[in-house]
């Protein structure tokens, strides 16, 4: 029974059923299990591949299986790269004509794909339960993913199939038997790692693992991840052995689940990108509202509303906080000076109507609240422009629960010429979070009682 | 309490779970099991926005501005035409239905033509916007409309004018809402009520008639209540063990306990473990809607969604909205992908991936067409993670499943999510209408 704690390396996961690596010195290396089984694979006759005999637990699983390998010599010469059961039963992926080619239950392909250039590749085969499945004949999700660590490119290729039949013979990797016909290494190619994983695992995963790792993101926000869900079967003991006491996974699952319908308040891309001018400022355009907000000239109005940005959302009971990304463009079509901008992006508790304009405010029950993240910046940019917001704000309710988002602009913000300057708006995005600094975070119910 | 919630689901114990991050010295209180169970019965905490019509950016409304005398021209909309502005399709949340809230400004006018030498005439100024709502749970499926009702603008020669002064516009917002959206015989029949608690699908159409100036109309899910069966030994996402001392019938029963015989699945352990379960597989975020409308003046004529076109080139990957952008950049204006709250065990981006990506996994229903040549929509949140989309011959919903790659942090740029196409140089012209991504645990 392995012991082995369970870390984020690539090797200690719970799913991995196999993990070899270090092929390209030698296949003795390869066959090495450095994952929790430390379950050896057998070298092959001719040492030109390596392969289970009758995986009958360990590796004798169709779906959800991923499985791995990284290749530093690719050769397009008709070959192996794993071999799964006797002839009627196999899975198979192989090289044939130039072409990848995954098999299931025989000798029928159904992900044909051409071999990439790069001389270093990396090839996932995944199956999955299909989300979408209309029965037996479409119960299997396969995807296969290449990617030419040489150039930099990924491609993947998805097909439905009918569930498969289990094999019960060898499972051989790098030949289709254990005597090493066809094998991928005679044909000129070379395999540093295998991974074997028996969950479906997504490409990022794998990128994390082999490609290159992203650093550590900055955050204020509470996080609640899943744990273990209860029917996961990691392979080592009984299902759910793990998780202690029923209840007290149940009790800590509590917690997590009760977050996660937060999302996005406004996930726009606009399709109306229309250019606003400088010159609207002046202009009696209806659909703008000027607010009193100062900026360059003392007393002058620069930030304004406009309906285009504006929108009512409901809140998440346990969000305090927006995160605010704006994707615009702002520039100077009389010359190349640069000039200042600014945006705003708000949260109100109601519409805020402040009386101006032709009829009575229609909402005077609740007095107004708001909140908002702002940046100025010089600019005199092509299209389609920039990002230029990522920030977070309060979230500012009112009485339906519901908050008032919109986004305002300042043309000229310091008064600096009389260019035609323009703005176009892109994209807005409002995701809701709950942000650690402004307190403790709700642990009760929907109502955000504390405990 | 707010009107939008006349039955929301509150718990009343416990507080806190059973198991905590506990700092030093802290006070403990220890709660019994039926507490967890208790609070497992109120999950559906959901205010999902499920489907919206917004200007989109655009500087006008498709209405006409009210300056031309409706007797002589064929300006205005049509009296009787709905104008379909979007369609999304979503799971909702286990306990939840829908309701409706609309900001917007008094309507513009309405015209028929009453034939003769009449010719064209004012019908006044108003609008409507309707969803129609199909709730759908397997092979049963049930259909429902609701209305809201615009009053019209009194401005103008003939009423109906667009305000002129600066600010007008926002002084004029109206707001309405639609309380509750339910499934027809919902509240009276709890057959119906178990049908559509648990699974339900729901297609959400959006139309508008009139003259309307919508600023921001949403349809979004509100807890309500969770029927059940108490001999159902399905898979729940509630647990269903409420029994007394409840301030409310949170979970209701279909009939009454039925002595040595009565087999009741709503409580112990293993249901406790099973409706953790599905509650960690079907709850999530809602990703996005969006539905093209081009808000061009001349919309209203048209009378319907005006698709987002995207003609042919080479087959590079080009951006939908600007085929000046080609292929992904996360610098390119888009979506976001805000599924940090839903990371899945199974994708655990914690222990996976060393807390520094995620990926959620979703369903992506488009509704697209093109012309001649086989033409592909590809959804693509980072480099490495897309969802592609063959555009059909004649418009279609296609379904198609996968990951995308999320943010790790509600409050992280990451996860920005391109519609990016690939339309053959031969004429092609591929069109989109509308796109639903769903959370798909």
Redesign the interface.
């Known amino acids: 029974m392995p012991t082995r704690e369970?870390t984020?390396d690539p090797e200690d996961?719970a799913c991995i059923r196999f993990y070899g690596e270090d092929g390209a010195t030698s296949l003795a290396n390869l066959a090495v299990d450095i994952g929790q089984y430390e379950t050896d694979l057998t070298v092959g006759a001719g040492t030109d591949c390596v392969y289970a005999a009758s995986p009958a637990t360990r590796l004798n699983i169709g779906v959800p299986r991923t499985i791995a390998l990284q290749i530093t010599t690719v050769t397009t010469t008709d070959s192996v790269l794993w071999n799964h059961g006797a002839t009627t039963e196999r899975d198979r992926l192989r090289v044939e004509a130039s072409n990848y080619e995954y098999a299931i239950g025989g000798t029928t392909a159904v992900i044909t794909a051409p071999v990439p250039a790069g001389t270093s590749q990396i090839l996932v085969l995944r199956s999955e339960p299909?989300?979408?499945t209309t029965g037996a004949s479409d119960a299997v999700?396969a995807t296969l993913e290449i990617y030419d660590v040489t150039n930099s490119v990924?491609t993947?290729y998805?097909v439905d199939h009918p569930e498969r039949v289990q094999p019960t013979a060898d499972f051989v990797f790098l030949a289709v038997a254990s005597d090493g016909t066809n094998s991928y290494i005679d044909a000129g190619g070379e395999c540093e790692a295998i991974r074997f994983s028996s969950?479906?695992?997504?490409?990022?995963?794998i990128?994390?693992d082999w490609i290159a790792?992203?650093?550590?993101?900055?955050?204020?926000?509470k996080?609640?991840?899943?744990?273990?869900?209860?029917?996961?079967d990691s392979g080592i003991g009984d299902v759910?052995e793990f998780h202690g006491a029923?209840?007290?996974?149940?009790?800590?699952?509590?917690?997590h689940?009760?977050?996660?319908?937060?999302?996005?308040?406004a996930?726009?891309?606009?399709?109306?990108?229309?250019t606003?001018l400088e010159s609207s400022h002046t202009?009696?355009?209806?659909?703008?509202?000027?607010m009193l907000a100062p900026g360059g000239n003392l007393g002058v109005p620069k930030y304004r509303?406009h309906?285009?940005?504006?929108?009512?959302?409901?809140?998440?009971?346990f969000a305090n906080?927006l995160?605010a990304?704006i994707?615009v463009r702002c520039f100077n079509s009389t010359d190349a000076d640069l000039r200042t901008f600014g945006f705003r992006v708000y949260s109100f508790n109601r519409?805020?109507?402040v009386?101006?304009?032709?009829?009575?405010?229609?909402?005077g029950g609740e007095p107004l609240e708001y909140a908002y993240a702002q940046v100025t910046f010089t600019s005199d940019e092509a299209?389609?422009?920039?990002?230029r917001m990522?920030k977070?704000l309060p979230i500012m309710v009112g009485?339906?629960?519901?908050t008032y988002v919109g986004l305002a602009y300042a043309h000229d913000l310091l008064d600096e010429g009389t260019e035609s300057l323009q703005i176009t708006?892109?994209?807005i995005?409002t995701?809701?979070?709950?942000?650690t600094t402004l307190g403790v975070p709700p642990?009760?119910?929907?109502?955000g009682?504390?405990? | 309490m707010?009107?939008?919630?006349p039955r929301?689901?509150?718990?009343d114990e416990?507080?806190?779970?059973?198991?905590?991050a506990v700092a030093p010295n802290s006070t403990l209180r220890l709660d019994p099991?039926r507490k967890?169970w208790r609070?497992?019965d109120?999950?559906t905490?959901?205010?999902?926005?499920l489907a919206?019509y917004?200007?989109?950016?655009?500087?006008?409304w498709p209405v006409p501005t009210g300056t031309v005398d409706p007797t002589t021209a064929d300006a205005y909309p049509e009296l009787n035409t709905w104008r379909t502005v979007a369609v999304h399709h979503a799971r909702l949340?286990p306990g939840c239905v829908l309701?409706m809230?609309c900001?917007y400004?008094p309507a513009g006018l309405t015209q028929l033509n009453a034939g003769g030498i009449i010719g064209w005439i004012s019908k006044g100024a108003w609008a409507h916007l309707r969803a129609t709502v199909t709730w759908t749970n397997g092979a049963s499926s049930v259909t429902t409309e609701h209305t809201i009702s615009m009053e019209g603008s009194l401005?103008g020669d003939w009423g109906g004018a667009?305000?002129?002064?600066?600010?007008?516009?926002?002084?004029?917002?109206?707001?309405q809402?639609i309380a509750l959206m339910v499934p027809t015989d919902f509240d009276t029949d709890p057959a119906t009520a178990v049908l559509y608690s648990e699974w339900t699908e729901v297609e959400i159409e959006l139309e508008v008639r009139g003259g309307e100036r919508i600023?921001?109309a949403?349809v979004?899910?509100?807890?309500y209540v969770h029927w059940q069966d108490h001999d159902d030994a399905g898979l729940l996402t509630v647990h269903g063990a409420a029994t007394g001392n409840l301030d409310k019938p949170r979970m209701p029963q279909t009939k009454a306990r039925d002595g040595a015989t009565f087999d009741d699945n709503r409580k112990g352990?293993?249901r406790?473990?099973?409706?953790?379960?599905r509650?960690?597989?079907r709850?999530?975020?809602?990703?996005?809607q969006?539905a093209?409308?081009?808000?061009a003046t001349t919309a209203w004529s048209i009378g319907d969604q005006s698709p987002?076109g995207v003609s042919g080139s080479a087959t590079a990957l080009r951006n939908a909205?600007?085929t000046?952008?080609s292929g992904y950049n996360e610098?390119?204006?888009?979506?976001?992908v805000?599924?940090?709250?839903?990371?899945?065990?199974?994708?655990?981006?914690?222990?996976?991936?060393?807390?520094?990506?995620?990926?959620v996994?979703v369903?992506v229903i488009v509704d697209c067409a093109r012309t001649t040549t086989s033409s592909t929509l590809r959804l693509q949140s980072?480099?490495?993670?897309?969802i592609?989309i063959t555009i059909p011959a004649s418009r279609d919903e296609v379904?198609?499943?996968?990951?995308l790659?999320s943010?790790?942090?509600?409050?992280?740029?990451?996860g920005i999510l391109l519609?990016l196409c690939t339309v053959p140089n031969d004429g092609t012209v591929a069109s989109l209408y509308n796109i639903s991504v769903d959370f798909?645990g």
Request: hydrophobic letters at 35%; charged letters at 20%; one cysteine or more.
């Open positions: 369970q984020t996961r299909n989300p979408g999700k990924l993947r998805t969950r479906a695992v997504p490409f990022t995963e990128a994390q790792s992203l650093s550590d993101p900055t955050t204020a926000a996080l609640q991840r899943q744990g273990m869900a209860v029917t996961e759910a029923a209840i007290q996974h149940c009790a800590a699952e509590l917690r689940t009760q977050w996660r319908t937060m999302g996005t308040l996930n726009w891309r606009l399709r109306n990108v229309s606003y202009a009696t355009a209806g659909r703008e509202k000027i509303l309906l285009a940005w504006f929108g009512v959302f409901p809140v998440h009971p906080s995160w990304e994707h519409i805020p109507i009386g101006a304009g032709d009829d009575e405010p229609g909402d299209a389609p422009g920039t990002w990522q977070k009485q339906h629960g519901k708006v892109r994209a995005h995701v809701q979070f709950f942000d642990s009760g119910g929907p109502t009682e504390a405990g | 707010p009107a939008e919630y929301v689901i509150v718990p416990p507080k806190t779970a059973s198991v905590v099991n967890v609070a497992q109120s999950q905490c959901s205010h999902r926005v919206e917004h200007l989109d950016g655009s500087n006008s949340t309701s809230h900001i400004c401005k667009e305000n002129t002064a600066a600010s007008s516009d926002w002084s004029s917002l109206k707001e809402t600023v921001h949403i979004h899910e509100v807890p352990t293993r406790a473990l099973q409706a953790m379960q509650q960690g597989e709850l999530g975020p809602r990703i996005l969006w093209a409308n081009s808000h987002l909205f600007d000046s952008l610098a390119h204006p888009g979506w976001i805000a599924g940090s709250m839903a990371q899945l065990h199974r994708l655990n981006g914690e222990m996976f991936m060393r807390g520094r990506a995620a990926v996994p369903r980072s480099a490495f993670e897309w592609d379904v198609a499943y996968g990951y790659a943010q790790v942090y509600g409050d992280q740029f990451r519609p798909w």
